[in-house]
């Protein structure tokens, strides 16, 4: 076979490999860790690094090729590059080049996407493969659109990942969101451009699918920018379109865009609009809302973080170290609140803080050049040109509420290859690839091998232990479980350390604790160990110092001088998190420990001093003027409490809660109001009973607890038995302390 052949089929080869690409979003394995992530970015890199090979075969059999160059391609090329100076300008190399296991992305992510834009300039230069590329693309988004039927009507065995919301198998509604508002444009560009009228069918159902994928997400950023991305192209058919009829129907198609939109807005409270949920969600949008509030108070700490590395930012995946240093307060309103970001949910905050400046000119420099080129192009339709600029303008805005996933990075890099090689914007120029030029790229071969060993193969293993480990937990197979978290970390100077070992403290913390001295002892050892090691390799990550310090509170029985500890970790906690009350929760829960009072309500009122309307910052107050004896103290704090939740003190939970501390700081008082309380709340429950007649016949006031002991009987033979032999043992004094 001579080298024509050979290249020739080289080069479907690696149309077809990208091509294969689209089915990423396909791809689901509930045995990894994250199921949603892990195999989709496993599957990506395998086929790109599949393509690169097959095309430094092609350079080393053709010697010369040709190669569309674009402004655009320089800009994406640049992008990476200014990423790869802010990982390492950035606070934690390893975090911004390998990523982690949950997100995936990172420069080695970044570096794929690359490789993968530039083979599709390559290898997709005329209309037809592309046409075949979106084509095989709605195919497996109507297989994933078709998934999350599945999972709306409860129909098989479809995961629910999301309640209500559809995600398929991308796992979060966010995603599935943006990933069918792009298809919803392709198809649209498609059935308009493309003439078999059996594809017509095809596109119509791709787009009525679609359309209806985006109401079933729920997603607000979605339907926000579906929504702009029709007024666009209603509005651009308008202003620049050539026929009449086209004119006239996008003047009608704009006009009753705007009046349903404002329809919708203005009978929000309605029946109508309540009763559907993605209506309900969008026209419900507040800047009253927990949600907006949340999300506004994170983009003015991404601003205050930007001042602080404005050129190249905190590098990429590093947005949780911002948002800790400079965390908003006020998104903290009760326990379950969620306190931890490590994307800043809007496109432009997230690369203004991990890629400063430069990532962001560069990021939506991008995005307009290809809109610019996309108005000046002179061989492509108007029609096309307007479409593909409302298709980017409504990803835009869908990504300021959310963020990407690689599923829809590659739908978006293809289009921006597609407005390159079609609409004609760059230059194909031909490369002669010289002896040294090869021997380069075979090391860049060599390095991308080394890369994808360690992000693939490694990494794999490491996560299927850590997989393991997490099954037998929840199994209740302690032994096993932590066997398999040691094998995950033994050797582990990977990215993927940071999670496993965040991981082993909390099943530790959750596990140890019900085990004897000589087994729980050698866990926590090992735990801190492992924990001290994240800490030495990223040690401006707060999340390990919180963990050493949990695991230094719960084990101090085993370790006394593990609580001086916690308070020696207390400068450099408060210098990565100043703003979390949760940094001076636990420098306060070791000065309680150590009975040094005084010091521990200092810690708590700077708890109270970020979150005056947060109960829990009271709870620990109100417990250190207990047990201090402070009794103004202790009913200031009280009423303080009762403004913030009126019925606290009401709560079965909270008397049950502050039992033992009534006990421990001899409140004999406020001990048996509570217990008569929870009587009162629940009857049913013959412990809150047996404990208030026990209280009293402790303090041998003998017929009092056996008043109370006896409003039990009459429920069944046996209790009535019970509450017999318990009088017994009432005057037999076996309670009298």
Excluded at 484 to 489: D, E, M, N, R, V
Aim: glycine fraction near 6%; charged fraction near 20%; proline fraction near 2%.
């Amino acid at each position: 076979m001579n080298n024509y052949k050979i290249t020739n089929i080289l080069d479907k080869v690696l149309q077809w490999v990208l091509i294969a690409v689209t089915v990423t979003p396909l791809i689901f394995y509930k045995y990894f860790y994250y199921p949603f992530i892990t195999g989709k970015v496993l599957f990506f890199r395998v086929l790109v690094l599949l393509g690169l090979l097959a095309w430094v075969v092609l350079v080393f059999l053709k010697k010369r090729i040709k190669f569309c160059t674009s402004p655009i391609w320089r800009v994406f090329l640049l992008l990476v590059m200014i990423m790869f100076l802010a990982a390492i300008f950035g606070v934690n190399f390893t975090r911004s080049f390998w990523g982690n296991i949950e997100r995936a992305e990172g420069v080695v992510f970044w570096l794929f996407l690359l490789i993968y834009f530039s083979l599709l300039l390559y290898a997709l230069k005329d209309i037809k493969m592309w046409r075949w590329f979106f084509r095989i693309s709605l195919a497996v988004g109507i297989i994933v659109i078709g998934y999350g039927l599945l999972q709306d009507f409860g129909l098989l065995s479809a995961i629910s990942t999301t309640g209500s919301r559809v995600s398929s198998t991308l796992g979060n509604p966010a995603y599935m969101g943006s990933y069918a508002l792009m298809h919803f444009f392709i198809a649209l560009y498609l059935i308009i451009k493309d003439r078999p009228m059996g594809w017509k069918i095809f596109y119509g159902i791709a787009i009525a699918l679609n359309l209806w994928a985006i109401f079933l997400t729920q997603t607000r950023g979605a339907v926000i920018g579906l929504l702009l991305g029709l007024l666009v192209w209603g509005g651009l058919s308008v202003f620049r379109g050539k026929n009449r009829q086209i004119k006239k129907l996008g003047a009608v198609g704009l006009v009753s865009l705007i009046i349903l939109s404002l329809g919708a807005y203005f009978l929000r409270n309605t029946n109508l609009i309540q009763s559907n949920d993605t209506l309900k969600r969008v026209t419900s949008i507040s800047l009253e809302s927990y949600t907006v509030q949340t999300r506004l108070a994170a983009w003015r700490t991404s601003l205050e973080a930007f001042k602080t590395r404005p050129i190249l930012g905190w590098g990429p995946e590093n947005y949780g170290y911002a948002f800790s240093k400079y965390f908003p307060p006020e998104i903290y309103v009760e326990s379950g609140s969620r306190i931890w970001f490590d994307k800043a949910h809007n496109v432009f905050f997230e690369f203004l803080v991990t890629t400063g400046v430069s990532g962001v000119v560069l990021y939506f420099g991008l995005i307009f050049l290809a809109i610019y080129y996309l108005f000046r192009s002179k061989r492509i339709s108007v029609v096309t040109s307007n479409i593909f600029i409302a298709l980017l303008l409504g990803h835009l805005t869908a990504n300021m509420f959310v963020f990407d996933s690689v599923s829809t990075y590659i739908l978006w890099l293809a289009v921006l290859a597609f407005i390159i090689n079609i609409a004609g914007k760059g230059e194909e120029k031909e490369i002669e690839f010289k002896s040294g030029f090869k021997i380069i790229l075979s090391l860049v071969v060599i390095l991308l091998l080394y890369v994808s060993y360690v992000t693939n193969v490694l990494a794999m293993g490491q996560i299927r232990n850590l997989l393991y480990a997490e099954a037998y937990a929840r199994d209740g197979q302690t032994e096993e479980s932590y066997n398999f978290y040691l094998k995950a970390l033994e050797n582990n100077n990977s990215f993927t350390r940071f999670e496993i070992t965040r991981e082993l403290a909390v099943f530790v913390r959750n596990s140890a604790g019900s085990l004897p001295n000589y087994q729980a002892g050698p866990m926590y050892d090992k735990a801190i160990e492992e924990v001290k090691k994240s800490i030495d390799m990223d040690p401006e990550e707060i999340r390990h110092y919180y963990n050493l310090s949990q695991l230094y509170l719960k084990s101090y029985k085993i370790d006394s001088s593990r609580l001086q500890k916690v308070i020696d970790l207390g400068p450099k906690m408060i210098e990565l998190a100043p703003r979390r009350a949760h940094t001076y929760y636990q420098i306060g829960e070791a000065y309680v420990l150590l009975k040094e009072y005084d010091q521990a309500l200092e810690n708590f009122q700077k708890a109270v001093e970020l979150n005056p309307k947060v109960i829990d910052t009271y709870v620990n107050v109100y417990a250190v003027a207990l047990l201090k004896g402070d009794q103004q103290l202790e009913e200031t704090t009280r009423q303080k409490m009762e403004l913030v939740e009126p019925d606290f003190f009401e709560l079965e939970s909270t008397l049950v809660r502050y039992l033992p501390l009534y006990k421990k700081a001899g409140r004999e008082d406020l001990l048996a109001a509570a217990l008569d309380k929870l009587i009162k709340i629940n009857p049913e429950k013959v412990e809150y009973t047996s404990s208030l007649a026990i209280f009293y016949a402790e303090k041998g006031e003998n017929k009092k607890a056996e008043e109370v002991i006896k409003t039990l009987l009459g429920r069944n033979a046996e209790l009535d038995k019970q509450v017999d032999d318990f009088i017994k043992k009432i005057y037999n004094k076996e309670f009298k302390k």
